[in-house]
């Protein structure tokens, strides 16, 4: 009887395994009749696949690092002050107040006229840190609650990531402020704001 039941095991077994080998193999021939055009609906899901398994690596990638500063308006306007932020370092709602506000731009008047005020504010908003799939995005909106802080200094993630350093540092005459981000995060004009990449200026 143990004989019998050992052997019934085994041939489904063997069974499992050539239902497997074969379904591989009609998948390998579907592949195979796209590629040569016998077959555009699989090819057409091979594709579909390629696209969302690069999607995938995007997001992966995106999640890392902010994405690139590219608004050649925002660029223009905010370069040659300070540092370039990232829209995805303040929420929606904190942009939307420093625009409103930038005839006095801590200090100054940018003189923006409404046509160039609303393409910079519409670019924040779409990329502010509560739209962004950013990982440090994220982190600033959890620590920032309601509120709408207009200094990424007074974020209190960036503040808490900064706290083992001593604050004479930031007036070194390489550094500055606090603000000057592009000072110590070497790579942070490419959204990239690991601690592997910081060099602070002695």
């Known amino acids: 009887m143990k004989i019998k039941f050992g052997v019934l095991i ?15 193999g009609d998948e390998k021939d579907r592949w195979y009749k796209g590629k040569k055009g016998g077959g555009s609906n699989n090819s057409g899901e091979l594709f579909s696949m390629g696209k969302i398994a690069e999607r995938h690596e995007g997001d992966k990638g995106g999640e890392r690092y902010l994405p690139v500063v590219d608004n050649v308006m925002y660029k223009q306007e905010c370069s040659s002050c300070h540092f370039l932020y990232q829209p995805g370092l303040l929420p929606a709602s904190s942009w939307q107040i420093i625009m409103k506000n930038s005839e006095r731009h801590f200090g100054e008047n940018l003189s923006l006229d409404e046509k160039t005020t609303n393409e910079i504010l519409s670019y924040l908003n779409a ?35 900064h706290r083992e350093i001593k604050p004479n540092v930031y007036k070194r005459q390489a550094i500055g402020s606090f603000a000057n981000c592009g000072a110590c995060h070497k790579t942070a004009d490419k959204g990239d704001f690991g601690d592997s990449n910081v060099v602070i200026p002695k």
Do not use: Q, W
Request: glycine fraction near 2%.
């Open 10 to 24: 085994l041939a489904v077994f063997v069974l499992s395994i050539m239902t497997h080998r074969n379904a591989f």
């Open 127 to 161: 990329n502010s840190a509560d739209k962004s799939k950013n990982k440090r995005s994220y982190k600033i909106m959890n620590s920032i609650g309601s509120s709408s802080p207009t200094r990424i200094t007074e974020v209190p993630y960036i503040v808490d990531k």
